[in-house]
């Protein structure tokens, strides 16, 4: 008993430890809103030298302009999905787009129960669904995720004309 309690321990002292030490590493949200990724200056971006013509709305109501299109610096991602832009006015989290990774061909996965979050390649992903979704939604124009907050949706009741999926009940 006492050496199980004592694994026990060292197991809580080393997630503790985990947790602090990533806590120090820079990270970003992944942002299932964010129509594009965008960074803080001295988040890692890689600059290119070209100036951004993005302008943001932030949460708050306020319009923002990018400074700079950049690089994310996760050099395992397709360019595409490495694009972002530079904007000073964010004040404490860099964004990374979910859109931008699912349109570039990932598969971004939202494990339950403070499980973390992980970005798979989509010819590295084989999904098996047992039971039917509980949700199901579609991609809009912008480039944002959307679900219907109503039950038996079908196409007719979906007002966006460039929705990819067919919602059925």
């Known amino acids: 008993a006492r050496e199980q309690?004592?694994?026990?321990?060292?197991a809580r002292i080393?997630?503790?430890?985990?947790?602090?030490?990533?806590?120090?590493?820079?990270?970003?949200?992944?942002?299932?809103?964010?129509t594009s990724s965008f960074m803080?200056?001295?988040?890692?971006?890689?600059?290119?030298?070209e100036p951004s013509?993005?302008?943001?709305?932030?949460?708050?109501?306020?319009?923002?302009a990018a400074s700079e299109k950049a690089l994310l610096p996760m050099t395992k991602l397709r360019p595409a999905a490495r694009d972002a832009d530079i904007l000073p006015a964010l004040e404490h989290n860099s964004l990374i787009s979910v859109s931008k990774l699912a349109n570039a061909g990932y598969y971004t996965i939202f494990h339950p129960r403070g499980g973390g979050v992980?970005?798979?390649?989509?010819?590295?992903?084989?999904?098996?669904?047992?039971?039917?979704?509980?949700?199901?939604?579609?991609?809009?124009?912008?480039?944002?995720?959307?679900?219907?907050?109503?039950t038996n949706v079908t196409r007719s009741t979906v007002h966006d004309e460039d929705a990819e999926t067919i919602l059925v009940d």
């Open 5 to 10: 309690r004592y694994r026990e321990d060292r």
């Open 53 to 64: 013509d993005k302008v943001v709305s932030m949460p708050d109501g306020h319009v923002v």
């Open 118 to 150: 992980t970005v798979h390649d989509e010819s590295d992903v084989k999904l098996t669904v047992t039971q039917d979704a509980v949700l199901r939604g579609w991609q809009d124009r912008s480039g944002l995720w959307r679900v219907p907050l109503a």
């Open 40 to 49: 803080r200056p001295g988040d890692g971006a890689i600059p290119t030298g």
């Open 14 to 34: 080393e997630r503790v430890l985990a947790a602090r030490a990533a806590e120090q590493v820079p990270s970003a949200v992944i942002d299932s809103g964010a």
